[in-house]
């Protein structure tokens, strides 16, 4: 592991961590635990030695006068904080089959994270991994079984996972909030959240045994988008050191329209709508509305999209002109998306395309551009059609703006980049349906948000699912690049096939997360560099 010198960290953080060590230090495995706010009791270690600190606050509740402002300080507590269970998750509503919970229910007292440690003293400098949960920003939380931390803090590293505001309550923005906040800016307070668990990390982690100078940033979906947010945001700077994104970027407007990213004025307009809707004359008027209306009015309008704004505080440009000037954090980035995003939702079910079908779909929704589509993505047949149909599908939704990303980093950036593929047929559980039918595996394929069962060796979180003994080698290898890239900004290390950077010389390798995991040069490069050139990706 690169060391970095000691005098780079703020003297604060020097003093934040010398306390919380020697309060570790001191007490029995399993015991309390000082951090900045108080004393927190976790559950106890489980037969690994790895301890979870469940539903610690990290900021005071966003709630009456703090709603839709920047997170506030928590406030201090006396005695010792059971930290137990999980936080409430951020309001939402159930818009995802495939999200279950542990939690009590959504609230906007939402503003809490969750720590598992395998360290048996604060005198350990384990590499910390933050991660974001994906949503759409609609969605989520951090206590979803296929997201518990434990088997992957097994791996060596502390593991943190955080709620942070969604939809309205978190991105909305509105010229009134512009007027009132210090900064003028509006939006964006999901992120603003985010930003402040890597505070609370940097000033706090070393109590887990955790390395405040060597925290590593992942996500999935929206929770890409939001590394990527934060890798150019100027207030994120320096609060972490490598960068792991599945299924997702910030750098592009996608075809998901929940899930890009918006000008202020677009954000503002949408706002001002929402507010006229509620019949709020002010902020005042809206702040004062119950959280359970808002949420209502939210999701009775498709109209209705809250998402990351370029606010000029947390993103002070578009993201994909800060990656072009090579102004974004240049750490080391390792990203990739599933094989079949979307694929089974086109593809599968009653309207299964044909030759005839897609060429017609094609040409009636992108125009000018079918002949030269349809040669990128042919329909010979009925068979190529299906193929075609979910390999545009997948690029338009996810894969051609993860591929962007890496390609402006590779442009601007120093640091070493990974990239992957997802592919394996993922099983699911008995009797699911998709477009009115059963799925099977062979239709489902490496669909989105299957790798995070991955991730976390989550597999018990699926209990039902046939799961087979080459998921669980797949997830073994998974988390041993992952863990490896937090250690040092690269994947590799015993046990585990080479994984080339992701560069021009060799072809711009990918690795095959698969069984057998495999290596081979970028395939489908042209169709991403027409999606580029084209400007369709954004239509």
Not at 256 to 261: C, E, L, S
Not at 326 to 346: I, M
Not at 403 to 415: F, N
């Amino acid at each position: 592991m690169p060391q970095f010198p000691r005098r780079n960290i703020p003297r604060v953080v020097q003093l934040a961590c010398g306390l919380a060590m020697s309060a570790l230090a001191a007490s029995p495995a399993g015991a309390q635990i000082k951090i900045e706010s108080g004393l927190v009791a976790g559950l106890p270690a489980d037969p690994t030695g790895v301890r979870a600190f469940l539903g610690i606050p990290y900021a005071a509740p966003p709630t009456g006068d703090r709603r839709w402002k920047a997170p506030q300080p928590v406030v201090s507590w006396a005695g010792v904080k059971q930290t137990v269970k999980f936080g409430p998750r951020a309001m939402q509503a159930p818009i995802y089959d495939d999200m279950i919970f542990r939690d009590e229910g959504s609230s906007e007292d939402c503003l809490y994270l969750n720590v598992w440690t395998p360290a048996p003293t604060a005198e350990s400098t384990l590499p910390v991994m933050v991660w974001i949960h994906g949503g759409g920003y609609r969605a989520g939380a951090a206590s979803e079984p296929r997201q518990d931390g434990s088997r992957l803090a097994r791996k060596g590293v502390v593991v943190v996972s955080l709620n942070y505001r969604l939809g309205v309550f978190g991105f909305l923005a509105h010229p009134g909030l512009a007027t009132e906040a210090e900064t003028k800016a509006t939006g964006n307070y999901g992120l603003l959240d985010q930003i402040a668990v890597l505070r609370w990390v940097r000033q706090n982690i070393a109590a887990f045994g955790g390395d405040p100078r060597n925290v590593t940033i992942f996500g999935e979906s929206a929770g890409s988008m939001s590394v990527g947010a934060l890798m150019v945001s100027p207030l994120a700077r320096g609060l972490f050191h490598r960068a792991i994104g599945q299924s997702g970027a910030a750098v592009r407007a996608d075809a998901y329209p929940t899930a890009r990213h918006f000008s202020r004025p677009q954000a503002e307009e949408t706002g001002a709508k929402f507010a006229a809707a509620a019949g709020a004359r002010s902020i005042a008027d809206l702040r004062a509305m119950p959280a359970a209306d808002l949420l209502l009015l939210q999701e009775k309008d498709p109209a209705y999209h809250f998402g990351v704004v370029v606010d000029g505080a947390v993103l002070t440009e578009d993201p994909n002109a800060t990656f072009a000037a090579g102004r974004q954090s240049d750490v080391p980035l390792l990203a990739g998306w599933t094989a079949d995003e979307v694929r089974v939702y086109h593809t599968f079910g009653k309207n299964r395309p044909t030759a005839e079908s897609f060429r017609a779909t094609v040409r009636d929704k992108h125009g000018a551009f079918a002949d030269a589509l349809l040669k990128l993505y042919p329909a010979a047949t009925d068979q190529e059609a299906v193929r075609s149909a979910g390999d545009l599908a997948d690029d338009l939704f996810l894969g051609f703006n993860t591929w962007k990303w890496l390609q402006l980093q590779a442009a601007t950036g120093r640091a070493p980049i990974y990239r992957y593929s997802f592919d394996p047929a993922v099983p699911i559980e008995p009797g699911r349906l998709i477009n009115g039918a059963i799925a099977t595996a062979v239709d489902t394929g490496a669909t989105h948000a299957s790798d995070i069962v991955y991730t976390f060796s989550a597999f018990d979180s699926a209990p039902q699912a046939p799961w087979r003994p080459a998921d669980r080698q797949l997830s073994e290898a998974m988390m041993t690049y992952w863990t490896n890239f937090a250690r040092t900004g690269n994947p590799n290390g015993p046990g585990v096939p080479e994984w080339p950077r992701y560069e021009s010389v060799g072809g711009f390798r990918v690795m095959h997360l698969a069984t057998p995991l495999a290596v081979t040069p970028e395939a489908n490069r042209n169709r991403y560099e027409f999606l580029d050139q084209s400007g369709l990706e954004g239509r």
